[in-house]
């Protein structure tokens, strides 16, 4: 037991230790099924608020005051109505001088009568506090326990000596900051309180004590050793191994275990008996070690799709329940995520269990992270001296960070699906992890070691960073890399760390429209070995929710309540929405890294099949295809495709399928052949596609000899069969009988993505934008020209008080069908262009009436140029406002790519498009103007029109908000591009 210092208690001064937590008994392995008794202290306890710690001794001291009121534990107090919340990525929300904290401190008091009818004798009973935002001061029947420091960890103390018959008071007292939360600037909403479950845990005399399972695999023989160690002796007993009646401390040998990996999560139940106590455990075989530059599990490389996750729920915070959990890992499962970060710190315990069950290989992760030292050095300013005054590197810390390894370690040892450790995120560097690496290697030497901040790689196992760059990282992968990227010549050191595998902690950065680029990232891990995959940043939008006056829910972001100091949208940046909805970035990620990979032949007439699999057959898989003319299908069927063991492939025929009219195009699905816990029956793990060439591209329209130019003095308007221009400025206003609310014009704005952005990047695309003038375009027409089946538009298209522009022929022409015309548009960029455009694309707006859509082309879901891999060729249709996606914070959204055909109804009559260029189509109720201008997708309203913009082309998408810009084959940069299309009015 942890002794407490006198100090405690006494005054305040506990609240500014630095040490590890006060009165608690050694850490332990999480219990796993267990008879010994557990009462749960879970519930409605009483609570009161204070301004500062000052005061809420004050309050203590005095007569009750009676304001007590009901509070959920577990939970937040700031989500319960005590308090806002307050949300930092990197800055501290208070001034940085450790280890004092402000005098301003929010100190919450709880409460909790219970009635107490256990025997006590023959026994003991420890009180578990499983996570206490900052610090928690803990009394039972005014007794002091002790202190809880380390937020994310376990504290267990022993109250067999306090407890008493009947009524028992327990006080807790949590102080929002203390000197821990300089270990815990962790990117995400600081929310104080007891926000993970409180217990009685009974021991009996005579317990089992602690208990560490080695279960180790030898894949070259198949064989297994099972090694048990506990407290006090014990027999252990697993039937399915034939193992009965052994005692712990023995190592088992066994002749053939079926090994535990993240795709066949086998686990053996292993019983653990005393007289006095039965315990019962999951054991997974596998043996995890760093051989010849690579991470191996059971003898193979293994590739890490994973994601990084915070524990988060839209209204309970971090106080996320075993149902919420579970929910997540099945979704990552659907998607093809195969590896968790436990992004910062030890995640509840159930989590793994759940990992565990389902399959996925886990960094677990320490409840350490400084990011605000980074910038502070008041002598000479920010940025001349990182991680001044760093507690990472003195030495008055180190029983902290001992203490937070240690907890973590101890409690997560038994995990099979935990293949790494990480000593923690963003800490700078210094001899406090260096001790943590060596007492991880004595404890569980069967698990390497990771820390991005150990850039030499000196105390870790696995050479990882974050958010590399494509160059970099091809450069990591070649073991060319060097520790100083400016240095000529290789150091000893240099040699040393291309020897570990690489792993990116952090990539992909999914906010808002994003992450760009995953395709060019998976490129680069199939092409290296050393390069073994990584994490995207992150798996949830922390977006908390709060209810609008008209009943409807927005989801809040850094400054939405008044913090002075925040990180803006920064926790907005999850594969999911907060409400766990799948984002388009998990559809690129589940595509872009699903497990099979199918290349359908552009003939369409044999497919090729890769198993991209670590260890797993695909017998659990069904293989079908469908050929389908212009979307719609004529025929489907299932292939015969051998049960490819992990790393196979083959080409396997598809049956002759008729021939029709129109586009061809073959798609082959890889769906489960039975329901699973995570998916049912038919569930699509992958999908490829090809399509034959399409008939009859028109020819470019050539400009009539005969053009001469309208008099717009004389006349308001000219027509062209079915089309109705402006005579003055060109524009087309009617088509039949459709009048366009807004005429067709160029467009080369686009709501910024907060990739566009890049809120705390040197550089932005958006202010680039802006600073050109982008969204500030003027039009003005050179001519109007016209013959008998044609009309000539010239426009200069310029952004205000610039000398740079685009110029615009628009050449409209009859058709063989009475009820259409043709346009051939083609912008040249002209002057000196400094910067990319957003987009390039013709853009109109129709009545709202118009509200529904039917395409062919790829779909259903959003498509730009580095976020393609979800789509597929096909025939869709969606209302206009199903086309928008609900980022939390507004943006571009929604583009639909590689358009054929396009039609909307507004009742009586529909417009159609048909492309005869290489275009995509955006529809929305609102303008971009008012994208733009919205901060939160609650304030979009629909107006009076649908406006419609046939995208030419975008710039790419990246995830330059934390990461990578786009790569240059994705970026728009000015060039000359064309557009042609026919349109047309017919009645619905």
Request: charged fraction near 25%.
């Given at each position: 037991?942890?002794?407490?210092?006198?100090e405690?208690?006494?005054?305040?001064d506990?609240?500014?230790?630095?040490?590890?937590?006060?009165?608690?008994?050694?850490?332990?392995?999480?219990?796993?099924?267990?008879?010994?008794?557990?009462?749960?202290?879970?519930?409605?306890?009483?609570?009161?608020?204070?301004?500062?710690?000052?005061?809420?001794?004050?309050?203590?001291?005095?007569?009750?005051?009676?304001?007590?009121?009901?509070?959920?534990?577990?939970?937040?107090?700031?989500?319960?109505?005590?308090g806002?919340?307050?949300?930092?990525?990197?800055?501290?929300?208070?001034?940085?001088?450790?280890?004092?904290?402000?005098?301003?401190?929010?100190?919450g008091d709880?409460?909790?009568?219970?009635?107490?009818?256990?025997?006590?004798?023959?026994?003991?009973?420890?009180?578990r506090?499983?996570?206490?935002?900052?610090?928690?001061?803990?009394?039972?029947?005014?007794?002091?326990?002790?202190?809880?420091?380390?937020?994310?960890?376990?504290?267990?103390?022993?109250?067999?000596?306090?407890?008493?018959?009947g009524?028992?008071?327990?006080?807790?007292?949590?102080?929002?900051?203390?000197?821990?939360?300089?270990?815990?600037?962790?990117?995400?909403?600081?929310?104080p309180?007891?926000?993970?479950?409180?217990s009685?845990?009974?021991?009996?005399?005579?317990?089992i004590?602690?208990?560490?399972?080695?279960?180790?695999?030898?894949?070259?023989?198949?064989?297994?050793?099972?090694?048990?160690e506990?407290?006090?002796?014990?027999?252990?007993?697993?039937?399915?191994?034939?193992?009965?009646?052994?005692?712990?401390?023995?190592?088992?040998?066994l002749a053939?275990?079926?090994?535990?990996?993240?795709?066949?999560p086998?686990?053996?139940?292993?019983?653990?008996?005393?007289?006095?106590?039965?315990?019962?455990l999951?054991?997974?075989?596998?043996?995890?070690?760093?051989?010849?530059?690579?991470?191996?599990?059971?003898?193979?490389?293994?590739?890490?799709?994973?994601v990084?996750?915070?524990?988060?729920?839209?209204?309970?915070?971090?106080?996320?329940?075993?149902?919420?959990?579970?929910?997540?890992?099945?979704?990552?499962?659907?998607?093809?995520?195969?590896?968790?970060?436990?992004?910062?710190?030890?995640p509840?315990?159930?989590?793994?269990?759940?990992?565990?069950e389902?399959?996925?290989?886990?960094?677990?992760?320490?409840?350490?992270?400084?990011?605000?030292?980074?910038?502070?050095?008041?002598?000479?300013?920010?940025?001349?001296?990182?991680?001044?005054?760093?507690?990472?590197?003195?030495?008055?810390?180190?029983?902290?960070?001992?203490?937070?390894?240690?907890?973590m370690?101890e409690?997560?040892k038994?995990?099979?699906?935990?293949?790494i450790?990480?000593?923690?995120?963003?800490?700078?560097?210094?001899?406090?992890?260096a001790?943590?690496?060596a007492?991880?290697?004595?404890?569980?030497?069967?698990?390497?070691?990771?820390?991005?901040?150990?850039?030499?790689?000196?105390?870790?196992?696995?050479?990882?960073q974050?958010?590399t760059?494509?160059?970099?990282?091809?450069?990591?992968?070649?073991?060319?890399?060097?520790?100083?990227?400016?240095?000529?010549?290789d150091?000893?050191?240099?040699?040393?760390?291309?020897?570990?595998?690489?792993?990116?902690?952090e990539?992909?950065?999914?906010?808002?429209n994003?992450?760009g680029g995953?395709?060019?990232?998976?490129?680069?891990?199939?092409?290296?070995?050393?390069?073994?995959?990584?994490f995207?940043?992150e798996?949830?939008?922390?977006?908390?929710?709060?209810?609008?006056?008209?009943?409807?829910?927005?989801?809040?972001?850094?400054?939405?309540?008044?913090?002075p100091?925040?990180?803006?949208?920064?926790?907005?940046?999850?594969?999911?929405?907060?409400?766990?909805?799948?984002?388009?970035?998990?559809?690129?990620f589940k595509a872009?890294?699903?497990?099979i990979?199918?290349?359908?032949?552009?003939?369409?007439?044999?497919?090729h099949?890769?198993?991209?699999?670590?260890f797993?057959?695909?017998?659990?898989?069904?293989?079908?295809w469908?050929v389908?003319f212009?979307?719609?299908?004529?025929?489907?069927?299932?292939?015969?495709?051998?049960a490819?063991?992990?790393?196979?492939?083959?080409?396997?025929?598809?049956p002759?399928?008729?021939?029709?009219e129109?586009?061809?195009?073959?798609?082959?699905?890889?769906v489960?052949?039975?329901?699973?816990?995570?998916?049912?029956?038919?569930?699509?793990?992958?999908?490829?596609?090809?399509?034959?060439?399409?008939?009859?591209?028109?020819?470019?329209?050539?400009?009539?000899?005969?053009?001469?130019?309208?008099?717009?003095?004389?006349?308001?308007?000219?027509?062209?069969?079915?089309?109705?221009?402006?005579?003055?400025?060109?524009?087309?206003?009617?088509?039949?009988?459709?009048?366009?609310?807004?005429?067709?014009?160029?467009?080369?704005?686009?709501?910024?993505?907060?990739n566009?952005l890049?809120?705390?990047?040197?550089?932005?695309?958006?202010?680039?934008?802006?600073?050109?003038?982008l969204?500030?375009?003027?039009?003005t027409?050179?001519?109007?020209?016209?013959?008998?089946?044609?009309?000539?538009?010239?426009?200069?298209?310029?952004?205000l008080?610039?000398?740079?522009g685009?110029?615009?022929?628009?050449?409209w022409?009859?058709?063989?069908?009475?009820?259409?015309?043709?346009?051939?548009?083609?912008?040249?960029?002209?002057?000196?262009?400094?910067?990319?455009?957003?987009?390039i694309?013709?853009?109109?707006?129709?009545?709202?009436?118009?509200?529904?859509?039917?395409?062919?082309?790829?779909g259903?879901?959003?498509?730009?140029?580095?976020?393609?891999?979800?789509?597929?060729?096909g025939?869709?249709?969606?209302s206009?406002?199903?086309?928008?996606?609900?980022y939390?914070?507004?943006?571009?959204?929604?583009?639909?790519?590689g358009?054929?055909?396009?039609?909307?109804?507004?009742?009586?009559?529909?417009l159609?498009?048909?492309?005869?260029?290489?275009?995509?189509f955006?529809?929305?109720?609102?303008?971009?103007?008012?994208?733009?201008?919205?901060?939160?997708?609650?304030?979009?309203?629909?107006?009076?029109?649908?406006?419609f913009?046939?995208?030419?082309?975008?710039?790419?998408?990246?995830?330059?908000?934390?990461?990578?810009?786009?790569?240059?084959?994705?970026?728009?940069?000015?060039?000359a591009?064309?557009?042609?299309?026919?349109?047309?009015?017919?009645?619905?």
């Open positions: 037991m942890t002794e407490i210092s006198p405690t208690g006494t005054d305040l506990y609240i500014t230790a630095v040490g590890p937590s006060e009165g608690t008994l050694p850490p332990r392995a999480s219990t796993p099924v267990t008879t010994a008794d557990r009462v749960d202290l879970n519930g409605t306890w009483q609570f009161r608020l204070s301004r500062s710690a000052v005061e809420a001794e004050r309050r203590e001291l005095a007569p009750d005051s009676g304001d007590w009121k009901d509070i959920q534990v577990p939970g937040h107090w700031q989500l319960q109505g005590f806002d919340p307050w949300y930092t990525n990197a800055d501290y929300p208070f001034p940085v001088d450790p280890p004092r904290v402000p005098a301003t401190n929010p100190t709880y409460r909790n009568e219970f009635i107490w009818d256990k025997p006590v004798e023959g026994r003991r009973w420890v009180m506090f499983e996570g206490i935002e900052s610090i928690g001061r803990i009394r039972l029947n005014g007794v002091l326990l002790g202190i809880t420091r380390g937020s994310r960890l376990e504290q267990d103390f022993d109250v067999t000596d306090h407890l008493v018959p009524a028992n008071l327990l006080e807790v007292r949590v102080h929002q900051w203390s000197a821990q939360s300089y270990l815990e600037d962790q990117d995400m909403w600081w929310l309180g007891i926000f993970r479950g409180v009685l845990l009974e021991r009996p005399d005579g317990e004590g602690d208990l560490f399972v080695r279960a180790d695999y030898d894949a070259d023989t198949g064989a297994g050793t099972l090694h048990v506990t407290t006090a002796p014990a027999w252990i007993s697993c039937p399915e191994l034939g193992v009965t009646g052994r005692l712990t401390g023995e190592t088992i040998d053939s275990v079926d090994p535990w990996t993240a795709e066949t086998r686990l053996y139940t292993v019983t653990v008996v005393r007289a006095e106590e039965t315990r019962t999951r054991a997974g075989f596998r043996r995890v070690e760093v051989r010849d530059g690579n991470l191996l599990v059971n003898g193979r490389a293994v590739q890490l799709r994973g990084n996750h915070h524990e988060f729920h839209p209204e309970r915070g971090r106080a996320v329940t075993p149902a919420d959990l579970e929910a997540n890992i099945r979704t990552m499962k659907q998607h093809n995520v195969n590896a968790l970060r436990t992004s910062h710190y030890p509840s315990a159930h989590l793994l269990d759940l990992c565990d389902y399959g996925l290989w886990v960094l677990d992760e320490c409840d350490i992270e400084t990011h605000g030292f980074l910038h502070q050095d008041e002598e000479h300013g920010e940025w001349t001296a990182p991680w001044k005054s760093n507690p990472s590197a003195d030495v008055s810390w180190k029983p902290a960070y001992l203490d937070r390894m240690r907890r370690v409690r997560d038994n995990h099979p699906s935990i293949i450790w990480s000593l923690g995120n963003e800490a700078g560097n210094g001899e406090n992890f001790a943590m690496a007492y991880a290697r004595r404890r569980d030497g069967t698990r390497p070691i990771h820390y991005i901040d150990d850039v030499a790689c000196e105390y870790v196992d696995i050479f990882g974050m958010y760059e494509f160059a970099r990282l091809d450069e990591i992968g070649r073991r060319v890399d060097r520790i100083d990227p400016t240095a000529t010549a150091t000893a050191q240099d040699i040393a760390r291309r020897k570990l595998p690489y792993i990116i902690t990539f992909g950065h999914a906010m808002g994003g992450p995953l395709l060019d990232y998976r490129e680069l891990f199939e092409k290296y070995d050393r390069c073994q995959g990584g995207i940043w798996w949830r939008d922390q977006g908390l929710a709060r209810p609008l006056p008209d009943g409807r829910i927005e989801y809040t972001y850094g400054g939405d309540f008044g913090e100091v925040h990180d803006d949208t920064f926790s907005i940046d999850g594969l999911v929405f907060p409400d766990g909805s799948p984002s388009p970035g998990l559809l690129e872009v890294f699903a497990p990979r199918i290349t359908v032949a552009t003939a369409g007439d044999t497919v099949i890769r198993n991209l699999r670590d797993a057959a695909l017998d659990d898989v069904e293989f079908r469908t389908a212009d979307g719609v299908e004529e025929a489907s069927g299932v292939l015969d495709v051998p490819l063991p992990a790393g196979e492939s083959a080409t396997v025929l598809i002759e399928t008729p021939q029709r129109g586009e061809c195009v073959v798609t082959v699905t890889a489960t052949r039975a329901a699973s816990r995570w998916a049912g029956a038919g569930h699509e793990i992958a999908f490829g596609q090809a399509a034959g060439q399409r008939l009859n591209p028109a020819p470019a329209t050539v400009p009539s000899p005969g053009l001469t130019p309208v008099d717009a003095t004389r006349t308001a308007s000219i027509t062209l069969g079915p089309a109705r221009f402006d005579a003055e400025s060109g524009a087309l206003t009617a088509l039949g009988g459709l009048a366009f609310t807004t005429p067709p014009r160029l467009d080369l704005w686009r709501a910024p993505t907060s566009d890049q809120v705390g990047q040197d550089t932005s695309a958006a202010r680039r934008w802006l600073k050109a003038n969204h500030a375009l003027d039009h027409t050179l001519s109007v020209e016209r013959a008998g089946d044609q009309i000539r538009v010239l426009t200069r298209v310029a952004p008080a610039r000398s740079f685009v110029h615009v022929d628009a050449l022409s009859l058709t063989e069908d009475p009820e259409e015309v043709r346009l051939q548009l083609t912008a040249t960029p002209f002057g000196a262009w400094p910067y990319t455009w957003p987009r694309g013709l853009r109109f707006a129709v009545p709202a009436a118009y509200d529904s859509v039917t395409w062919y082309g790829y259903p879901g959003e498509r730009y140029p580095d976020t393609r891999s979800a789509t597929r060729l025939l869709w249709s969606s206009v406002t199903d086309l928008q996606t609900p939390v914070v507004p943006q571009e959204n929604g583009a639909r790519g358009l054929r055909h396009l039609s909307t109804t507004g009742g009586v009559l529909r159609e498009v048909a492309a005869e260029s290489e275009f995509g955006t529809a929305r109720p609102w303008t971009s103007e008012e994208l733009t201008a919205a901060r939160h997708h609650w304030e979009l309203v629909p107006g009076p029109e649908t406006v913009t046939l995208d030419i082309a975008h710039d790419g998408i990246g995830s330059a908000a934390c990461g990578p810009l786009p790569l240059p084959a994705d970026r728009l940069f000015p060039r591009t064309q557009l042609r299309a026919r349109l047309r009015t017919v009645r619905s």
